[in-house]
């Protein structure tokens, strides 16, 4: 079957499959993607899906006011970008990027959203970093001060009461400027920005700057994590599957939003659904800016279900719909996804459009009970979904690229479609990272993989204990309130962490058990009781690994203190001695981490290495060396007697052993369930070109002979086993 796909006169897309010359059916976007996948995994290419944009309601004839609200995407400008000496444009009063004479770089073009580093990458002002030792030669761009800057259009403006500039993500500190006027400061990388340009307005010609300052010198894997206060995505500076690319730059959409007669600030979702009755209920809270009534419709493939016109009495607006004829959302292997659209209007008191807003629900039930044999204090690690258990198998979601500002949705679609074909049925949002796109989330409603979504807070090796000074508190706390705001209403959404390998280990005080008391620290207790109070119903774990005992060892099997468990992620010795031995002991209620390294491809090996040799991958290869943990040249020489014949050589041993390795592991763990609620590989794919890695999917996004070998095991043990087991047996 051949997917392609053409515009409609809508502006839609329309996706059709060709199966044979003159036989063609329409498809959804979701099973395109799942096509996209599929085809990934059987001919190991990239997918030539390009996602669209879907689920949408049709126009139902609503008549927008004189007042309505206008948005411009400022990604359409031309933009452009200098570096600079670090404050040397403030000392020059520069107002003008186009006059800057002591400029390092610039003015060249700049995609926006995008990273500094891309646009240097396309003017070719530095190498690719992904090639050999290139991304050590890119490392002066951190020490330069960068500055965007777009004209607007005079016709974009009008009388209006107000004119928001919204910058959805800003990677790392600055000012936005406008006309050479400094009107907000920023610093931090998870959360939005907004502005009130009105009052910094002049008659016509407004030039919007954008000003980048040095990022924080070091927030990588290793140090101490109780004294980490800057708070940028941590992965950029190196960690064991990345090289060091401290992205700088506008790495989300950024808007001009004119407002006169209202606006719709938030809205939030809470579907629920009665089993025994199949009937659904909604519970939406919005608040609002000005206007006088609120319209909301839930939609289900353009036939409304249900609506309801609201007045609205104060800024914030209630509304509570039962009895819903409904379908469920299940998750992937278990049943259809199914989604509905709300709209929601605010109207003024004509019953004009001021504000619109549009997201998808899905109706499902998520309970978490004990596993079979757990202890009473244990935390429950078993996920009923719609009143059945489900084995939760998924992978580490990573970030795709360090210079995540520059991807696309293909970029998403190819992988989460991969994934789903695999038969993942989770991904667990590593908290070394950030809030991903929107794309991540919508494609994760559409093809049923659950997502554990952890806060900004990772280990790093010398303390893992997470700063525990109000400030930093209360930091956190909004970064919290802020990522439920933008991500709560998906179905896909299902546990909420408070960050990755958190421990009770500061210095000068080392609980016993530090991967369980940690649970007492007041920054995790505070992130718990913002989910509370903002996210009511869903559940919260207060970091991952938790329990007694954290790490999955051979010492500590038999002592009820698996609960949710890290490691191992080497294989000492052959495949069938120690790593399978551990795995027939295994007594963890849930594992959120474990892995076994293989190299990439010869190909892609070969693709990066730049003018490095391509073996021996050894530490004393650089090429190999970038991430040094994985090295197991010695171990092919020490099993097969001599050195590897050729690179291709290696390449098939350390992948078949990833392999072997990964299905003893799975097959194990699967086979325990409900006693093992569920396994997450780390790591799902590589977002930089390692020589070998914990990644299942490569650099393209392309599967691993470990991806195809679990498929199989998924698939032949119909890994949900929703019929055999059901919540009353648990």
Request: aromatic share 10%.
């Amino acid at each position: 079957m051949l997917p392609t796909r053409t515009r409609t006169p809508k502006n839609e897309y329309r996706i059709t499959v060709r199966k044979t010359l003159d036989q063609q059916s329409e498809i959804t976007r979701r099973e395109f993607l799942q096509i996209a996948g599929s085809a990934a995994l059987a001919m190991g290419a990239t997918s030539s899906a390009n996602a669209v944009t879907g689920g949408k309601s049709s126009e139902r004839g609503s008549v927008p006011s004189p007042l309505a609200k206008k948005t411009y995407d400022l990604g359409q400008l031309k933009w452009q970008l200098c570096g600079l000496t670090p404050f040397l444009w403030k000392i020059d009063k520069l107002t003008d990027i186009h006059h800057a004479q002591d400029a390092d770089v610039g003015p060249i073009n700049a995609p926006v959203p995008g990273s500094v580093q891309q646009a240097l990458l396309e003017s070719q002002v530095i190498a690719d970093w992904n090639v050999g030792l290139n991304a050590r030669g890119a490392e002066w761009v951190e020490n330069r001060d960068w500055i965007y800057q777009t004209s607007i259009p005079d016709d974009w403006f009008h009388e209006c009461k107000q004119t928001w500039l919204r910058c959805a993500g800003l990677d790392y500190a600055g000012e936005i400027l406008l006309n050479g006027v400094s009107v907000l400061p920023f610093k931090g990388s998870f959360t939005p920005y907004e502005i009130d340009l009105k009052p910094f307005l002049k008659s016509h010609g407004n030039l919007l700057q954008i000003w980048f300052q040095l990022s924080p010198r070091w927030m990588g894997e290793f140090g101490y994590t109780s004294q980490i206060t800057e708070w940028k995505p941590r992965f950029n500076y190196y960690w064991d599957w990345t090289s060091r690319l401290v992205q700088i730059g506008i790495w989300d959409r950024i808007t001009l939003e004119l407002v006169d007669g209202g606006e719709i600030l938030t809205i939030k979702s809470w579907p629920k659904i009665e089993l025994k009755s199949g009937r659904g209920s909604l519970h939406l809270s919005s608040q609002t800016r000005g206007g006088k009534y609120l319209h909301v419709s839930l939609i289900d493939e353009g036939r409304v279900l249900r609506d309801q016109m609201l007045d609205i009495n104060n800024e914030k607006t209630d509304l509570l719909w039962d009895q819903l004829p409904i379908e469920l959302w299940w998750p992937n292997g278990m049943g259809n996804q199914r989604l509905y659209n709300v709209q929601v209007q605010l109207l003024d008191g004509q019953k004009l459009v001021l504000d619109s807003k549009e997201f998808r629900v899905g109706f499902r039930q998520i309970e978490w009970k004990h596993t079979h044999g757990a202890p009473a204090d244990a935390h429950p690690y078993l996920c009923v979904v719609n009143g059945k258990p489900v084995f939760l198998f998924g992978v580490n979601w990573t970030p795709i690229r360090p210079n995540f500002a520059d991807l696309r949705e293909e970029d998403y679609s190819k992988r989460v479609g991969v994934y789903h074909d695999i038969g993942v049925n989770v991904l667990r949002v590593w908290g070394g990272a950030f809030l991903e796109k929107q794309w991540f989330y919508d494609l994760c409603d559409e093809m049923g993989l659950l997502v554990w979504q952890e806060f900004p807070l990772c280990s790093s090796g010398l303390d893992n204990c997470p700063p525990d000074d109000e400030a930093s508190i209360q930091q956190l706390s909004q970064f919290a309130k802020s990522y439920i705001e933008r991500i709560q209403y998906h179905p896909c959404l299902f546990l909420w962490g408070g960050g990755n390998e958190l421990e009770d280990n500061r210095a000068g005080h080392v609980s016993p058990k530090p991967t369980l008391t940690i649970a007492n620290h007041p920054m995790v207790v505070r992130l718990g009781e913002v989910v509370s109070k903002e996210d009511a119903g869903r559940a919260y774990v207060p970091t991952a690994p938790y329990g007694p005992v954290g790490t999955f060892t051979a010492e500590s099997v038999g002592t009820q203190s698996h609960w949710d468990v890290h490691g191992p992620y080497k294989v000492e010795g052959p495949v069938n001695g120690a790593w399978a031995e551990l795995w027939k002991r295994d007594d963890a209620m849930f594992h959120s981490e474990t892995g076994c390294s293989s190299t990439s491809s010869a190909e892609i090996i070969r693709r990066f290495k730049g003018d490095l040799k391509a073996v021996p991958g050894t530490h004393s290869n650089q090429l190999w060396n970038r991430q040094p943990w994985w090295i197991e040249w010695p171990t092919f020489i020490q099993e097969a007697g001599h050195e590897p014949v050729s690179l291709e050589e290696f390449v098939a041993w350390s992948q078949k052993r990833q392999s072997d390795a990964l299905a003893i592991a799975l097959s194990t763990a699967e086979a325990r369930f409900p006693a093992c609620g569920g396994m997450i590989l780390w790591m799902g794919h590589d977002g930089f070109p390692c020589t070998a890695n914990l990644s299942i999917l490569d650099f393209d996004g392309n599967p691993k002979p470990a991806a195809l070998r679990i498929k199989e095991i998924l698939r032949k043990g119909e890994i949900t086993r929703a019929d055999e087991i059901t919540a009353d047996r648990v």
